[in-house]
């Protein structure tokens, strides 16, 4: 049974749908994070090492740039209780990327030290499909 999928707001102009989604698993991990952290945001960088993973840090912790992509906002909990999150793409990462749509999940193993989840013994994963352009 497919787990259900929690879509980021669009943020990117003429565009009609979601650019990224979050699976259920991923949802359960930020809340936990949530908790221990505050609040959280995500960086997709086109880096070495972990480059290709979803970087979660404090929010404001990793300072986005003009060259950054906003590529969504989730919003974790139901009103009246917010958790807002956002997804934040480098601007070079995203050139290679424009085509696809990311979905976040959790996968068993250690991410980078960077990124929150690395002491919960997971990390997270980006899973990615084509899209059609606007």
């Not at 049974?1 to 259920?24: F, G, K, N, Y």
């Not at 300072?63 to 139901?78: I, K, M, N, P, Y």
């Not at 193993?109 to 899973?127: C, D, N, Y």
């Amino acid at each position: 049974m497919a787990a259900a999928l929690l879509d980021a707001s669009i943020t990117l102009p003429a565009e009609t749908e979601s650019r990224v989604a979050l699976t259920a698993a991923a949802v359960d991990l930020l809340l936990l994070l949530w908790q221990r952290h505050g609040p959280l945001m995500f960086h997709q960088s086109g880096g070495c090492c972990d480059g290709s993973s979803p970087m979660c840090f404090p929010a404001g912790e990793f300072l986005t740039g003009d060259q950054d992509v906003l590529l969504g906002r989730f919003e974790l909990a139901e009103p009246p209780v917010s958790k807002p999150l956002e997804f934040w793409m480098s601007g070079e990462q995203f050139k290679n990327w424009s085509h696809t749509h990311l979905t976040v999940d959790v996968v068993p193993g250690r991410g980078s030290g960077f990124s929150v989840e690395a002491p919960e013994g997971v990390r997270f994963l980006i899973r990615s499909r084509l899209i059609d352009s606007p």
